[in-house]
């Protein structure tokens, strides 16, 4: 069974750093991998999907990359802004049954 | 462009109620989504659908039942709410499953006391 981990629960930096939101995942094998953002009280945005066969997916000032072998994904955030902070949650695809799993997300707050 | 509608956005039950949860897209997706989600834990799905007329099982489909009509709704029936079923509902849509992203609605808060 798929097991998603992202550490840390809960990350603080002050505006206009680059920073790093990290996922793990225990099966390789799938087809993409989904980063989406959640704002209080609101629903999932997707930001970025990887496919299985791609390393790096880029969206202006994100950056996702993904090393399937290792069970592991990164989102780039470059330049900070206040707007930025909300939960960020992965979710590999399962290959086989094509179902999401998501990590219980990364609580991010840039701080002015 | 709406997107995915949800309704309610609150709501609370007695325990033994029943309510439908309204889920409805506007985008033509083919498939459609229903996940719980509680404090400390990641989302779990509860049921799909694939198209009209075809609704599948999720991870944690107990309590709850679905239909799918058409290709723009799909409700969530709870039959006999109990506490356990206390949670934020989301609803979901993707055109297909691997490859395309899935958009979400703002969920439905439910509180069975």
């Known amino acids: 069974k798929q097991e998603v981990t992202q550490i840390p629960a809960a990350l603080s930096v002050p505006e206009g750093e680059n920073l790093v939101l990290n996922c793990s995942f225990t099966d390789s094998a799938i087809y993409n991998l989904q980063w989406f953002r959640q704002d209080p009280g609101k629903g999932l945005t997707s930001l970025l999907l990887i496919q299985s066969s791609q390393r790096e997916q880029t969206s202006g000032r994100l950056n996702a990359s993904l090393d399937k072998s290792s069970g592991r994904s990164t989102l780039y955030i470059a330049a900070s802004q206040p707007g930025d902070s909300a939960t960020y949650l992965c979710?590999?695809?399962?290959?086989?049954?094509?179902?999401?799993?998501f990590g219980t997300g990364t609580r991010l707050t840039i701080i002015p | 462009n709406a997107g995915v509608t949800q309704t309610p956005k609150f709501r609370i039950l007695k325990i033994g109620q029943s309510m439908t949860l309204q889920c409805t897209q506007d985008?033509?997706?083919?498939?459609m989504y229903w996940y719980r989600q509680d404090p400390g834990m990641g989302l779990k799905l509860i049921y799909y659908s694939v198209g009209a007329g075809i609704t599948d099982k999720g991870e944690v489909p107990n309590g709850y039942n679905v239909s799918r009509s058409t290709t723009e709704d799909f409700p969530l029936r709870l039959e006999l709410a109990a506490p356990s079923q206390t949670s934020v509902y989301f609803c979901?849509?993707?055109?297909?499953?691997?490859?395309?992203?899935?958009?979400f609605g703002d969920g439905t808060r439910l509180s069975i006391l």
């Open positions: 985008m033509n997706h083919n498939y």
């Open positions: 979710a590999p695809a399962n290959f086989g049954n094509e179902k999401l799993t």
């Open positions: 979901a849509s993707s055109y297909s499953t691997a490859g395309q992203p899935q958009h």
